[in-house]
């Protein structure tokens, strides 16, 4: 048997990218996948390691989209790949509903451990943030009594019936897609670099509008992304969600932290809830907890995750023991604190780079993020028009450059970075390099 081996954690360019084998299998694909279903980068991907992805021509790509923040801990980290292999020869899938394993109570005693919410806590696996925010939803509102829900401007909750309703942007996830669902309302957020406000004032001024538009006594819970990202990696003011989550405690209002994006060591702590001071009474995790295997978790406080009764929660793949045992390898990494050591210095020494490149370009208008969750917004400095333009003009570059970026924000012209905790020092600087020649070359 051939050993395996390592792939050079540097980014290598040896054709076109999209290379002539992705250019053929783009054909395939055109010729047998629906067209809802998107690409952000044509080239097809035959292995990924650390922070590369290698492509079928041979190109080596740095990845800052990690799957959108799935790969958190890293592509094929090996021992994420050791417990999934591990538990494949032993079984695949039982059901926790019809015969219980160990791995599930395992990882819902870990979600307890790294909660950010006093008192017994308890969870609920399924499968995908979006499944986790409905079930939230639903929780919640059995808890209360009530069937409103708060979401705020510039939200991303998911793409299904009830998530695409509480997402902000209608185009493309909800428009023409019929009945929107019901009870949902849309309320002003922080966003520091368009309104001014300090967390106070713009705490202030979304409860004023729950409480004329909603009222206090119909709303069962409000969910917020501590730092947005669909939206726009938009970081709120100091201050901001611990007052609405100490408005919704008064008020009898479940207030749901969305960490599908944030979560996991994404921001340098495990949940980034901990660093804005923010305690919610339910929090969500998907993306990062598992390596890329499927699964998610909703964790809240026992009294209101019992709410529902025996038999009310689940479903057929809930909990899979496969992506279980990899989210006891990726919790077995966060107790050693290392991938949160590394969020940070990839927010400081990449984020030191964003800046000196705002420096030098003005119309990046913030550079802001915790953590390996960065962005920049970019705005015409003298008009403060979104520049949608630019930001295309740079992934484009990029990706024809071996560096994978995406977009973001309601006018898409914010650029994202969600790289994996294995972007060296050396990628970093590559990186940057990269996006200097993009951003010159796109007359910014």
């Known amino acids: 048997m051939n050993e395996k081996v390592a792939v050079a954690q540097e980014r290598r360019v040896v054709t076109a990218i999209p290379g002539p084998k992705s250019q053929a299998l783009m054909e395939r694909r055109a010729a047998a996948l629906s067209t809802g279903i998107g690409c952000a980068l044509p080239a097809f991907i035959e292995r990924a390691e ?41 079984f695949t899938h039982t059901l926790i509903t019809v015969s219980p394993y160990e791995s599930y109570v395992a990882v819902c005693e870990q979600l307890a451990k790294y909660a950010p919410i006093s008192g017994p806590v308890k969870s609920l696996l399924i499968n995908s943030g979006a499944e986790a925010v409905e079930n939230a939803v639903k929780i919640a509102r059995k808890y209360t009594g009530r069937n409103a829900v708060a979401v705020l401007d510039c939200a991303y909750h998911g793409r299904t019936s009830l998530t695409s309703t509480m997402t902000h942007k209608a185009v493309p996830y909800s428009q023409g897609f019929g009945p929107r669902a019901t009870d949902i309302f849309r309320v002003p957020n922080s966003y520091p670099l368009h309104d001014g406000l300090s967390g106070e004032e713009a705490a202030k001024r979304t409860i004023k509008y729950i409480e004329k538009t909603i009222t206090a006594s119909d709303l069962a819970c409000f969910i917020a992304e501590p730092i947005q990202g669909e939206g726009g990696f938009v970081v709120p003011a100091e201050g901001y969600l611990p007052t609405i989550a100490e408005w919704c405690r008064e008020n009898g209002v479940v207030f749901i ?20 001071g923010l305690e919610p009474d339910i929090i969500l995790t998907a993306k990062g907890i598992a390596g890329g295997m499927p699964i998610s978790a909703v964790t809240g406080r026992a009294e209101i995750m019992d709410c529902t009764g025996p038999g009310t929660l689940g479903g057929t793949f809930a909990g899979n023991p496969v992506s279980c045992a990899a989210a006891e390898a990726v919790f077995e990494q966060i107790a050693t604190g290392k991938p949160m050591e590394e969020a940070k210095r990839i927010e400081q020494n990449f984020g ?16 802001r993020g915790l953590g390996a969750m960065l962005a920049v917004e970019l705005l015409d400095p003298e008009t403060k028009e979104p520049r949608k333009d630019i930001v295309d003009a740079v992934i484009k570059y990029a990706g024809e450059h071996g560096v994978l970026l995406l977009n973001a924000g309601l006018d898409y012209n914010v650029l994202r970075f969600l790289p994996s905790l294995a972007f060296t020092d050396e990628l970093i600087a590559d990186v940057l390099g990269v996006l200097d020649e993009a951003f010159a070359a796109a007359g910014a």
């Open 352 to 367: 030191a780079g964003l800046r000196k490149l705002q420096q030098k370009y003005p119309v990046i208008a913030e550079v």
């Open 50 to 90: 650390g922070a590369i992805l290698v492509d079928v021509d041979g190109n080596h790509i740095v990845d800052m989209g990690s799957g959108i923040g799935v790969t958190t801990i890293g592509h094929s980290n090996p021992e994420v790949v050791a417990a999934a292999k591990a538990q494949l020869d032993k």
């Open 257 to 276: 932290a969305d960490e599908v994006q944030s979560g996991i060591a994404r921001t340098g702590t495990v949940y980034a809830s901990e660093q804005l």
